[in-house]
């Protein structure tokens, strides 16, 4: 696989976007598959993300939180040394792996995207909210597999590029 924008080092995590490039935003589950390097569904996301060169592929900051809140939950439930060990080195696989691709602030268009999402009362969880705010809000693709969720987000652009 070639080194790509989606999957390499960025001097800065939250970089300005380039206005040449149209922006997708990797969801939480997809993120998780890149950071995996592993399996049949990674290899299509990865074969589909090589194929756009001319894409910026970035993470939603709220993606991260979700992925720091699994690991100190995980870190929290350790009942054995082993346990509470592989949890840390996860936090820190995780923290190592943050500064390795662009991220997406929740700003203020997000938050105005983020309120609207709330008051039209869509039933997906508040993570999954703050994602799609942060999509809608950069008028970016979001690719997730879990396109019953986000397809109920009007006006997203969303899509699954694992199967």
Do not use: C, H
Request: glycine letters at 6%.
């Amino acid at each position: 696989m070639k080194s790509s924008n989606w999957g390499g080092s960025t001097a800065s995590p939250f970089g300005p976007r380039p206005r040449d490039l149209d922006v997708i935003v990797l969801d939480t589950d997809m993120l998780t598959l890149v950071q995996r390097r592993a399996g049949p569904e990674y290899d299509r996301l990865a074969s589909r993300l090589d194929r756009s060169p001319d894409q910026d592929v970035r993470v939603s900051i709220a993606s991260f939180e979700e992925q720091v809140r699994g690991w100190l939950a995980l870190i929290v439930r350790a009942r054995t040394t082993v346990r509470l060990i592989d949890a840390y080195s996860r936090l820190g696989a995780l923290l190592a792996d943050s500064g390795t691709r662009p991220v997406i602030e929740f700003d203020r268009l997000a938050y105005a995207e983020y309120v609207q999402l709330l008051k039209s009362k869509i039933r997906i969880g508040t993570m999954d909210l703050r994602i799609a705010a942060v999509s809608l809000a950069n008028d970016a693709l979001l690719l997730s597999r879990n396109l019953r969720d986000f397809s109920r987000v009007p006006g997203l652009r969303v899509e699954d590029w694992t199967s």
